[in-house]
T-cell receptor
Framework: KNEVEQSPQNLTAQEGEFITINCSYSVGISALHWLQQHPGGGIVSLFMLSSGKKKHGRLIATINIQEKHSSLHITASHPRDSAVYICAVRIGGNQFYFGTGTSLTVIP | DVKVTQSSRYLVKRTGEKVFLECVQDMDHENMFWYRQDPGLGLRLIYFSYDVKMKEKGDIPEGYSVSREKKERFSLILESASTNQTSMYLC?????????????????FGPGTRLLVL
């Protein structure tokens, strides 16, 4: 059983659509991270959350600690948003658990 | 600007060869990690190190070893490569999280090494 579950696994959207990616976890966490991985492998950190909501440009991340759930939203999606989005939870200490990723394709 | 570099982007090796993957970070981070990433399985932790000469096994250490002789460098070693070790290998680093209130540091990832074992 994976401690972190993401949905959907694959997502195709038309340019301009509002996109939501979900992450559920089953362990107690100290923080949750949303990561973006572009074709070719490079991973960058988008958000780090321990409560509430964060916004950066067209990206919004929310977390509900009681429900052990987080969402990543992309408003006005663009083809350059096409990437794999990975949810990761930090369980304390220095270890992370990762979801299997959501592969997003935005079509012009 | 933070930087984690890996010695190779692509690598092709033969079964039984000894393989070295190098990772270097320039952020003076205490923690360094080696992951492998496979389709449908996500990122899985192989080994991590929280200080020079210290190492801890992750979830899938079998068939791998590591070396951390200097703070900035963390090496992953495949003693005798096998075809099931064909994968994308990602290195990451983060700062120490042991201090009260500082337990949320982000991991910074290298570009990855795509290893093919024939």
């Amino acid at each position: 059983k994976n401690e972190v579950e993401q949905s959907p696994q694959n997502l195709t959207a038309q340019e301009g659509e509002f996109i939501t990616i979900n992450c559920s976890y089953s362990v107690g966490i100290s923080a949750l991270h949303w990561l973006q991985q572009h074709p070719g492998g490079g991973i960058v950190s988008l958000f780090m959350l321990s409560s509430g909501k964060k916004k950066h440009g067209r990206l919004i991340a929310t977390i509900n600690i009681q429900e052990k759930h987080s969402s990543l939203h992309i408003t006005a999606s663009h083809p350059r948003d096409s990437a794999v989005y990975i949810c990761a939870v930090r369980i304390g200490g220095n270890q992370f658990y990762f979801g299997t990723g959501t592969s997003l394709t935005v079509i012009p | 600007d933070v930087k984690v570099t890996q010695s190779s982007r692509y690598l092709v090796k033969r079964t039984g060869e000894k393989v070295f993957l190098e990772c270097v970070q320039d952020m003076d981070h205490e923690n360094m990690f080696w992951y492998r990433q496979d389709p449908g399985l996500g990122l899985r932790l192989i080994y991590f190190s929280y200080d020079v000469k210290m190492k801890e096994k992750g979830d899938i250490p079998e068939g791998y070893s590591v070396s951390r002789e200097k703070k900035e460098r963390f090496s992953l070693i495949l003693e005798s490569a096998s075809t099931n070790q064909t994968s994308m290998y990602l290195c990451a680093s983060s700062s120490f999280s042991g201090r009260a209130g500082k337990n949320q540091e982000t991991q910074y990832f290298g570009p990855g090494t795509r290893l093919l074992v024939l």
